[in-house]
């Protein structure tokens, strides 16, 4: 029993219509299980608005199969003719191993790239190329919960870049949809038309008219809806099935005209689905029945000689079955296939049907699924699991995972060699030999999956050899990742190395690991004695790639340290690269040196290798894992270089959902938390940054703690709370000097003098100046003479010794300055203007003007305020800072300024929002921000209303 027409859900068809015919655009159709999603869809495909547009039309299945992008594979095979004659170019070639179908119509196929993730990424533009081909075109994707990886990466790159006249509508249950699925619409193009629908349960009256219109009639008693709301929760699949129940019992009864049920106290009538489609199909002849159990184990839709090899019946009886159950109002058919009118339908057949017989049935399915081409190797390895046999499920999903191997379905490939690790008994070889292929198959993934109990498992009762060095090599990584127990990392990284002799490239990498150990009691000695190693161990590697790798580790830790070989290391990479970072690992040395070389004070040095990786990251790893982590280093830069303005929602948004990964959300924590006081709100500022650094410090990550350090000092200073927050910081400080961080470590020296000097402590704050200019010396550290001068002139000045200070703070400022550091700059320009008031030199309303104009810049609301009221107690108004002007006199901020400048040199948004870190909406706000102070209708307009550049 279906209702002829959609009920309750106009709005939603309305809002749905209007964005797929405005393209590009996308679509989100939300609901749980049985709450019209499917219905929706059907009724949208059927409107005349859509004519003149192919439609595309697939779902995602809860089976899955090692075949990647299943459901885009699905709506695309059978559209040979109408691509032909379509001029695509070369790289569209790369769809034919994967559509096989359109062979003919395809250019030739390119030859095979070495690198997986390049290859997939030539697969999602042929993709591309064929739906743009196509012409206009709405794409519908269903049950996207259920969606394989690789289709879930595939629509956000296709998201992100949209054929002009491509609409696509995905659906999926809101509560079992990951977190990939979930973003991929979170931050849509701007050149999208986006709508997010989310289907409510119906209520009492929509739910009586839902009745009316499956029973036929409008009147349905009140009584009656109320009822059947109550018991059907709403859900429009349920009160279908409750009411087809009710009449097939002739418990639903004509009367007056209308319909109610025959006795309300005495009629029991079942919740949800479950029990009202088991009754149902009890009520079917014995070959229906038998019918009905086979698709319900089948789950997909079959045609009648797949029915017929699992119900062990004739095949003039099965159809016969089929065709009660069609009758029934249980089953649909389309193309000569049947199946369930709804999964639920389905599962509750399923759980219906005795252990035994369900087992008979999915070992019979497993035998007719294994006949079909190409074989469906995810539902052989479902069928024999749920027969209950074991080593037969063991092969199909080893077999179903080395197909996925092949495919460069890396997730899918570690689920299921996951899966049969969890839950089979394996011999100690083939385990070993399976959790390996897990272990590097889990280090290639955003989202990684804890695998350490299976790697602890596999190295049980294992001998020594190469095979248990790489075993304790994975752990000693998949430790790393974590951060769960630095001290037992560097323990498993060492005993890895007594069974690598015969593996060099991972004996250096390893090496390199434990050169990069995070243990609180690491030693720089010890460092870099194993970093050494790895260099010298160099020349019997001849993997390039793990060459790279070692070069670009060795170079990073060598930043940071203040060792001048980490230029000459960065030259070779770059040799070696050609200039270019154009896979993953060679994106990966150029941002891990890149984000080093901001944390050591090279800000510029560091945003160029940044950029170079970035403008690869996309191409080279098509899972958005090395552009997540470039835009998440490139946020590093930003912070150090002073453009804050959207920095923070910048990080909001790489912080939602793109990597589950410790070590890459603790970065965006740190920024978070070194950004929260320039607001003002000093409090809350205090104690994020107290938890963040007590998080960093954890885990190790003694780089990023200068940054944390400074900013706590300083707001506890401010605070009047310097003497506890010097305790506080100690072991912090302890672990970036243990580790021989001095080029790091001095960009914190400022506040650390500042705070010892306020809790009354100068020895201490000249004790901890003489430490650091003892022992930076030699080393490439160029933050020391800005900090160091910094430092000193806040020791004169508070010996009110102003003429020394100023010339302390006013070489720091013109230092800071040239590392293109403006906060920083600022700050010494502030600290000399004070002291330059305290002499009564009339350059001190300058220098202030400088700091504010610096602090508006950069979005430091509390510095701002605070430089305000040092002029007003010295009775002077510092000049509005310098800025773009409109003709209101509104000043653009710097980002406006950077925004509108690009935009005028005839950027995109999208190409904006990549060179400045930005989301494109971000992009749009300043722009749109831009426009309207300087009076600009158009990009061309606003070129002329902005003041020329220096260079220009």
């Given at each position: 029993?279906?209702?002829?027409?959609?009920?309750?859900r106009?709005?939603?068809?309305?809002?749905?219509i209007?964005?797929?015919t405005?393209p590009?655009?996308?679509?989100?159709?939300?609901?749980?299980a049985?709450?019209?999603?499917?219905?929706?869809?059907?009724e949208?495909?059927s409107?005349?608005?859509?004519s003149?547009?192919?439609?595309?039309h697939?779902?995602?299945?809860?089976?899955?199969?090692?075949?990647?992008?299943?459901?885009?594979?699905?709506?695309?095979?059978?559209?040979?003719?109408?691509?032909?004659?379509?001029?695509?170019?070369p790289?569209?070639?790369?769809?034919?191993?994967?559509?096989?179908?359109?062979?003919?119509?395809?250019?030739?196929q390119?030859?095979?790239?070495?690198?997986r993730a390049?290859?997939?990424?030539?697969?999602?533009?042929?993709?591309?190329?064929?739906?743009?081909?196509l012409?206009?075109?709405?794409?519908?994707?269903?049950?996207?919960?259920?969606?394989?990886?690789?289709?879930?990466?595939?629509?956000a790159?296709?998201?992100?870049?949209?054929?002009?006249?491509?609409?696509?509508?995905?659906?999926?249950?809101?509560?079992?949809?990951?977190t990939?699925?979930?973003?991929?619409?979170?931050?849509?193009?701007?050149?999208?038309?986006?709508?997010?629908?989310v289907?409510?349960?119906?209520?009492?009256?929509?739910?009586?008219?839902?009745?009316?219109?499956?029973?036929?009639?409008?009147?349905?008693?009140?009584?009656?809806?109320?009822?059947?709301c109550?018991r059907?929760?709403g859900?429009?699949?349920?009160?279908q099935e409750?009411?087809?129940?009710?009449?097939?019992?002739?418990?639903?009864?004509?009367?007056?005209?209308?319909w109610?049920?025959r006795?309300l106290?005495?009629?029991d009538?079942?919740s949800g689905?479950?029990?009202?489609?088991q009754?149902?199909?009890?009520r079917?002849?014995?070959?229906?029945?038998?019918v009905?159990?086979?698709?319900?184990v089948?789950?997909?839709?079959?045609?009648?000689?797949?029915?017929?090899?699992?119900?062990?019946?004739?095949?003039?009886?099965?159809?016969?079955?089929?065709d009660?159950?069609?009758?029934?109002?249980?089953f649909?058919e389309?193309?000569?296939?049947?199946?369930?009118?709804?999964?639920?339908?389905?599962?509750?057949?399923h759980?219906?049907?005795?252990?035994?017989?369900?087992?008979?049935?999915?070992?019979?399915?497993?035998?007719?699924?294994?006949?079909?081409?190409?074989?469906?190797?995810g539902?052989?390895?479902y069928?024999?699991?749920?027969?209950?046999?074991v080593?037969?499920?063991v092969?199909?999903?080893?077999?179903?995972a080395?197909?996925?191997?092949?495919?460069?379905?890396?997730?899918?490939?570690?689920?299921?060699l996951e899966?049969?690790?969890?839950?089979?008994?394996l011999?100690?070889?083939?385990?070993?030999?399976?959790?390996?292929?897990?272990?590097?198959?889990?280090s290639?993934?955003?989202?990684?999956?804890?695998?350490?109990?299976?790697?602890?498992?596999?190295?049980?009762?294992l001998?020594?050899?190469?095979?248990?060095?790489?075993?304790?090599?994975?752990?000693?990584?998949?430790?790393?990742?974590?951060?769960t127990?630095?001290?037992?990392?560097?323990?498993?990284?060492?005993?890895?190395l007594?069974?690598?002799?015969?593996?060099?490239?991972?004996?250096?990498?390893?090496?390199v690991?434990?050169?990069?150990?995070?243990t609180?009691?690491?030693?720089?000695?010890?460092?870099?004695?194993?970093?050494?190693?790895?260099?010298?161990?160099?020349t019997?590697?001849?993997?390039?790639e793990?060459?790279?790798?070692?070069l670009?580790?060795?170079?990073?830790?060598?930043?940071?340290?203040?060792?001048?070989?980490?230029?000459?290391?960065t030259?070779?990479?770059?040799?070696?690269?050609?200039?270019?970072?154009?896979?993953?690992?060679?994106?990966?040395?150029?941002?891990?040196?890149?984000e080093?070389?901001c944390?050591?004070?090279?800000?510029?040095?560091?945003?160029?290798?940044?950029t170079?990786?970035?403008?690869?990251?996309p191409?080279?790893?098509?899972?958005?894992?090395a552009?997540?982590?470039?835009r998440?280093?490139?946020?590093?830069?930003?912070?150090?270089?002073?453009?804050?303005?959207?920095?923070?929602?910048a990080?909001?948004?790489?912080?939602?959902?793109?990597?589950?990964?410790?070590?890459?959300l603790?970065?965006?924590?740190?920024l978070?938390a070194?950004?929260?006081?320039?607001?003002?709100?000093?409090?809350?500022?205090?104690?994020?940054?107290?938890?963040?650094?007590?998080?960093?410090?954890?885990?190790?990550?003694?780089?990023?703690?200068p940054?944390?350090?400074?900013?706590?000092?300083?707001?506890?200073?401010?605070?009047?709370?310097?003497?506890?927050?010097?305790?506080e910081?100690?072991?912090?400080?302890?672990?970036?000097?243990?580790r021989?961080?001095?080029p790091?470590?001095?960009?914190?020296?400022?506040a650390l003098?500042?705070?010892?000097?306020?809790a009354g402590?100068?020895?201490?704050a000249r004790?901890?100046v003489?430490?650091?200019?003892?022992?930076?010396?030699?080393?490439?550290?160029?933050l020391?003479?800005?900090?160091?001068?910094?430092?000193r002139?806040?020791?004169?000045a508070?010996?009110q010794?102003?003429?020394?200070?100023?010339?302390?703070?006013t070489?720091?400022?013109?230092?800071?300055?040239?590392?293109?550091?403006?906060?920083?700059?600022?700050q010494?320009n502030?600290q000399?203007?004070?002291?330059?008031?305290?002499?009564?030199?009339?350059?001190?309303?300058g220098?202030?003007?400088?700091?504010?104009?610096?602090?508006?810049?950069?979005?430091a609301r509390?510095?701002?305020?605070?430089?305000t009221?040092?002029?007003?107690?010295?009775?002077?108004?510092p000049?509005?800072p310098?800025a773009?002007?409109g003709e209101?006199?509104?000043?653009?901020?710097?980002?406006q300024q950077?925004?509108?400048?690009?935009?005028?040199?005839?950027?995109t948004?999208?190409?904006?929002?990549?060179?400045?870190?930005?989301?494109?909406?971000?992009?749009?706000?300043?722009?749109?921000?831009?426009?309207?102070?300087?009076g600009?209708?158009?990009?061309?307009?606003?070129?002329?209303?902005?003041a020329?550049?220096?260079?220009?």
């Open positions: 029993m279906v209702s002829p027409i959609l009920v309750a106009d709005a939603e068809l309305r809002r749905l209007t964005a797929v405005v590009p655009s996308v679509v989100v159709v939300e609901g749980e049985g709450i019209g999603k499917s219905r929706l869809v059907a949208l495909l409107r005349p608005e859509l003149g547009r192919w439609i595309l697939a779902g995602c299945g809860q089976i899955r199969e090692p075949f990647p992008l299943g459901p885009v594979v699905e709506a695309l095979r059978t559209r040979a003719a109408d691509l032909a004659g379509a001029e695509l170019s790289v569209a070639g790369a769809l034919r191993t994967l559509l096989p179908e359109l062979a003919h119509v395809l250019p030739p390119p030859e095979a790239l070495e690198d390049v290859e997939r990424h030539r697969l999602f533009r042929g993709l591309s190329e064929v739906l743009t081909a012409g206009p075109v709405l794409l519908v994707v269903e049950d996207l919960h259920w969606a394989d990886e690789q289709t879930a990466e595939f629509l790159y296709l998201l992100a870049n949209p054929p002009g006249a491509l609409s696509v509508v995905l659906t999926y249950r809101g509560e079992e949809a990951p990939g699925v979930r973003a991929l619409t979170a931050r849509p193009a701007d050149a999208l038309t986006h709508e997010h629908i289907l409510a349960p119906l209520d009492e009256d929509q739910t009586r008219e839902l009745a009316g219109a499956i029973l036929g009639s409008a009147d349905v008693s009140a009584e009656f809806a109320a009822h059947l109550a059907a929760s859900l429009p699949l349920a009160i409750l009411l087809a129940l009710l009449r097939s019992r002739g418990a639903v009864i004509p009367w007056a005209g209308g109610a049920r006795t106290d005495t009629l009538v079942p689905v479950r029990a009202s489609v009754e149902r199909v009890g079917l002849s014995p070959p229906a029945r038998v009905a159990e086979a698709a319900a089948l789950q997909l839709a079959s045609p009648v000689a797949v029915l017929t090899g699992v119900t062990g019946l004739s095949e003039p009886d099965t159809a016969d079955g089929v009660e159950v069609l009758d029934a109002g249980l649909v389309r193309d000569g296939m049947v199946r369930f009118r709804h999964v639920l339908a389905a599962q509750a057949v759980e219906g049907i005795a252990l035994g017989r369900r087992q008979t049935l999915h070992a019979a399915a497993a035998t007719v699924v294994r006949g079909l081409r190409p074989v469906p190797l539902r052989v390895a069928h024999l699991r749920q027969a209950g046999r080593g037969d499920w092969e199909a999903t080893v077999q179903a080395d197909q996925a191997f092949e495919l460069g379905d890396i997730a899918e490939a570690a689920r299921l899966d049969v690790l969890r839950r089979a008994e011999d100690p070889e083939r385990r070993a030999a399976m959790t390996i292929r897990l272990g590097w198959a889990a290639e993934l955003l989202h990684l999956p804890d695998v350490t109990d299976l790697l602890v498992r596999a190295l049980d009762r001998p020594p050899g190469p095979v248990r060095g790489e075993l304790r090599f994975l752990l000693g990584m998949q430790l790393e990742v974590t951060r127990d630095p001290a037992r990392r560097t323990r498993t990284f060492v005993d890895a007594e069974d690598l002799a015969d593996r060099p490239e991972l004996a250096a990498w390893t090496m690991a434990l050169g990069m150990q995070t609180l009691d690491a030693s720089s000695g010890a460092q870099l004695r194993w970093l050494e190693r790895a260099l010298e161990t160099l019997e590697v001849g993997d390039a793990i060459r790279l790798l070692v670009s580790k060795v170079a990073m830790v060598f930043t940071v340290v203040g060792d001048p070989r980490w230029a000459e290391l030259d070779r990479v770059i040799r070696e690269t050609g200039g270019l970072a154009e896979r993953r690992r060679e994106v990966n040395a150029y941002r891990s040196i890149g080093e070389a944390f050591s004070g090279h800000h510029e040095v560091g945003q160029r290798l940044l170079l990786a970035l403008n690869s990251a191409g080279s790893d098509i899972t958005g894992g552009e997540f982590r470039c998440a280093s490139l946020a590093v830069a930003a912070y150090c270089q002073g453009a804050w303005d959207g920095l923070g929602e990080i909001d948004s790489l912080r939602q959902g793109r990597s589950d990964r410790p070590t890459e603790v970065t965006l924590d740190a978070a070194c950004l929260a006081p320039a607001s003002g709100r000093l409090d809350a500022a205090q104690d994020l940054l107290r938890a963040v650094v007590r998080r960093v410090r954890l885990m190790g990550d003694a780089d990023l703690l940054f944390l350090v400074s900013v706590l000092l300083r707001v506890a200073t401010a605070r009047g709370e310097a003497a506890a927050a010097v305790v910081v100690e072991p912090a400080v302890a672990m970036w000097e243990v021989g961080f001095w790091v470590g001095v960009r914190a020296v400022p003098a500042e705070a010892m000097l306020a402590d100068p020895e201490r004790e901890l003489d430490r650091y200019e003892s022992r930076l010396p030699g080393l490439d550290a160029p020391a003479p800005a900090a160091l001068r910094q430092a002139g806040l020791m004169a508070a010996e010794r102003w003429d020394e200070a100023v010339a302390h703070f070489a720091a400022a013109v230092a800071f300055g040239g590392l293109s550091a403006p906060y920083e700059q600022a010494a502030e000399a203007a004070a002291c330059l008031f305290a002499l009564g030199d009339p350059a001190a309303a220098t202030l003007t400088a700091a504010v104009s610096a602090y508006a810049g950069v979005g509390w510095d701002l305020d605070r430089a009221r040092l002029a007003r107690r010295w009775g002077v108004r000049s509005a310098a773009v002007r209101a006199g509104d000043a653009l901020s710097a980002r950077q925004v509108a400048r690009l935009a005028a040199q005839g950027l948004n999208q190409e904006i929002a990549k060179e400045l870190f930005l989301s494109p909406k971000t992009v749009d706000k300043h722009l749109s921000a831009a426009m309207r102070k300087v600009a209708a158009s990009r061309r307009e606003l070129a002329r209303h902005l020329p550049t220096p260079e220009g």
